[in-house]
């Protein structure tokens, strides 16, 4: 069976400039190798007496890097850069010698590099930008400066259990901000792909490990399924006549830990951990190859992806589907000629002429000028930041809506966040979100790959809280819009009631006014742009009612004066209070307002127990006023339309609504009491709880909670369901 050749880049302890200039023979048989070996004397002797971390003879490094490259097979220039990299660094050798003793393109490459290594990478989010600038600038004279520095960091990621435990994170940590969005962007799959994996292990190694122990175990059963496989795919595609070569092995540890983080799930139920690829003569022959797959096997929709149509901007070209394999196991495969593999593992390296070397244009890419440039014309970081965003794969925050859709937001955003780019009334109506199928609260923070799922309510509005929550300056002016307009509309209705209640002292009414024209009339004189600015003014006090009155000519006071004086005072004054208390004035004693109706009592029906935020309906029953169940309540008899009357929670109310939550656990000691505190810490009151052990050993409790609205009930759901004894948790 095959599998793939994967270009292996461990550390090689018995290199040497003969192993060096065998293999560069074998592709490049007139090449300069009496260069190649005084580079190596060079770096050698300038090299003499250093020892590396793991203490072996200091020469062994740029050995390595220079392995790395004929791998990637990469001009002679490059090579010997590779050779030389760390002598003008570390040994007191000046550039103006190697350009003496080497060449101008040789010295530069090592000067380049020689630059990079002088930068202090900052860690922080904000200081990428900074990293960013700096590394373009080094690489932007020549490409092969970038190269040969990845595959330095190759050999140090590949040499890293020498050193100190900080040391393997921080290095780790730079390897992953920095060196593998460039290796993506320059398409370096093979590079990069390494580059991750061992990553996980310094930064990660409970997951490396468990992956790596969990991918060995099942190994021999694996690879018999993957030869199964393959023959079963080469006699499907040989009935049509199609040939191709077909490798099968299981997807690298860093896509699967994406995976795993994406869903929120564990390894075990991470099921498509197999990769195929085939690779065939021609791009007809792909999407032919493409049609006998999903013809032979299911293919899952939304997982097709037309790379050779529409190549990635690293110019990565394939066809991706995931179907269901022969053993109902769902498989991923790859469809491209040998072309495209070439330039999916190398990138742009494949496209090297070694032989010709590189000479002019192809030193430089035109993204990077492009990204020079713009370095040049900005200041500010952010700016420059969201350019190269667009260039790098980093940056935002990338998320999914459940249908596949995907949104990019910005860093530290949330579910709120994530609700207002869907939509502005989505985000108004937001009361929960579940990220990756999970219940979280509001201010969760989203993480790219995450699927997220908003739950709305009709009477859900936004409060002023949430402008703390939301990290978009597009989403805090939806909620600040809506605020304003609540308040606004408030107003209105104190001001149009002051109002009234003062032209009715004057034996006529706000109406008749307005009908006359005479309110039009005052607004030109008091200066207001609209009626309702007067309204407005009146609520707030500016305009108090005996301005407004004095405005409108037949309302003028000519007799006692004094009394009427006294009225209008009241008049302002109730109209001070309304507005004070415009807030609490919703029926503040009901927990929902019943449409047209000022102060019925309703009552939540026990058989669906309705709380702030379920989408609810009022009944009219008959001698027992109204009973509110929820919308999706079973028992609600539907049938009886002529009872049903539109009903909406007071977002005044402040009441605790008892709720009932169904727990499951596993059996251990002391997670009871886990769960109370949880409780206690969050102030859930708890009213009651019943608790049982089953027979397959899990505990299963019923609590009895108190909460105030539907959110806080999902903010304590996803808070139960983080413990690790519980299994699941749902509302009873
Ligand atoms: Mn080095």
Redesign the pocket.
């Known amino acids: 069976m095959s599998v793939y050749h994967k270009l292996d880049f461990s550390h090689e302890r018995d290199l040497s400039a003969d192993e060096l200039c065998r293999r560069v023979e074998s592709y490049y048989p007139d090449a300069d190798f009496a260069l190649l070996r005084k580079a190596y004397n060079f770096a050698e002797k300038a090299h003499e007496g250093q020892k590396r971390s793991s203490g072996e003879d200091y020469i062994i490094?740029?050995l390595n890097?220079a392995g790395t490259l004929i791998k990637l097979r990469l001009d002679m220039d490059s090579i010997i850069a590779g050779l030389l990299?760390?002598v003008v660094?570390?040994c007191d050798v000046t550039p103006e010698e190697i350009e003496k003793e080497f060449s101008t393109s040789i010295a530069q490459i090592v000067v380049g590099?020689t630059k990079i290594?002088k930068i202090k990478f900052k860690t922080k989010e904000e200081s990428q930008a900074e990293n960013f600038r700096k590394m373009v600038v080094a690489m932007a004279k020549d490409l092969r400066v970038i190269i040969v520095k990845l595959a330095?960091?190759m050999?140090?990621m590949r040499t890293l259990q020498y050193v100190s435990e900080e040391k393997q994170r921080k290095i780790a940590n730079e390897t992953l901000e920095i060196y593998v969005p460039l290796a993506s962007r320059l398409g370096i799959n093979s590079v990069k792909t390494e580059l991750e994996d061992i990553c996980l292990r310094y930064l990660h190694p409970e997951v490396y490990y468990r992956l790596a122990e969990k991918i060995t175990m099942k190994k021999g059963d694996r690879e018999v399924y993957i030869g199964e496989t393959i023959n079963i795919i080469q006699d499907k595609l040989l009935e049509y006549g199609v040939q191709a070569e077909i490798k099968g092995r299981p997807k690298h540890f860093f896509s699967i830990f994406k995976k795993m983080n994406a869903r929120g799930v564990d390894f075990e139920q991470i099921h498509d951990i197999l990769a195929f690829r085939l690779i065939v003569p021609n791009i007809t022959e792909c999407y032919k190859g493409l049609g006998i797959i999903h013809s032979s096997f299911t293919p899952i929709p939304g997982r097709f992806k037309d790379y050779i149509a529409i190549p990635k901007v690293n110019n990565y070209q394939s066809l991706h589907t995931t179907v269901i394999g022969p053993k109902a196991e769902r498989i991923e495969i790859q469809i491209r000629t040998s072309e495209m593999d070439e330039v999916a593992e190398k990138g742009i390296a494949a496209h090297w002429k070694y032989k010709e070397g590189i000479s002019g244009g192809e030193t430089k890419l035109k993204w990077i000028e492009e990204l020079l440039e713009f370095n040049q014309n900005v200041e500010n970081n952010a700016e420059f930041m969201s350019h190269v965003k667009n260039d790098l794969d980093i940056g935002g925050v990338f998320v999914f809506t459940p249908n596949g859709d995907v949104f990019e937001l910005r860093y530290g955003a949330t579910p709120l966040d994530f609700a207002y780019a869907v939509h502005t009334e989505v985000g108004h109506h937001c009361v929960g979100a579940k990220v990756n199928g999970k219940m979280v609260p509001l201010k969760f923070t989203l993480k790219s790959g995450d699927t997220v799922e908003i739950l709305t309510s009709k009477s859900q509005t936004p409060n002023k809280d949430w402008i703390n929550i939301v990290k978009s300056s597009k989403a805090k002016s939806k909620i600040k819009a809506w605020l304003l307009r609540v308040e606004r509309d408030k107003n209105i209705e104190i001001g149009k009631e002051t109002l009234d209640k003062t032209f009715k002292l004057f034996d006529t009414s706000l109406k008749a006014l307005l009908k006359s024209g005479e309110l039009k009339k005052a607004q030109k004189e008091l200066g207001a742009k609209s009626i309702d600015e007067i309204y407005i003014n009146v609520a707030v006090g500016k305009y108090p009612s005996e301005r407004v009155s004095q405005a409108i000519p037949e309302l003028r006071v000519e007799e006692d004066p004094q009394t009427m004086t006294s009225k209008l005072e009241e008049i302002n004054t109730y109209s001070k209070t309304l507005t004070k208390s415009a807030k609490r004035k919703t029926h503040k004693d009901n927990a929902v307002i019943v449409d047209g109706f000022d102060d019925v009592m309703a009552r939540m029906a026990k058989c669906c127990n309705a709380i702030p935020g379920d989408p609810i309906i009022g009944y009219i029953t008959r001698g027992r006023g109204i009973t509110i169940h929820r919308a999706d309540c079973t028992r609600f008899d539907i049938g009886d339309l002529a009872r049903q009357i539109h009903v909406e929670w007071n977002p005044e109310f402040s009441f605790k609504h008892p709720v009932s939550i169904r727990i499951l656990t596993h059996d251990r000691p002391g997670v009871l009491s886990a769960i109370s505190r949880s409780l206690n810490n969050m102030n859930i009151g708890i009213r009651s709880a019943i608790a049982k052990s089953t027979t397959d050993r899990k505990g299963s409790f019923i609590f009895e909670i108190e909460v105030k609205d539907y959110s806080e009930l999902l903010k304590t759901i996803s808070s139960i369901e983080a413990l690790e004894e519980v299994i699941s948790v749902s509302r009873g």
Request: charged fraction near 40%.
């Open positions: 490094h740029p890097v990299h760390d660094e570390d590099l290594s330095d960091r050999h140090n």
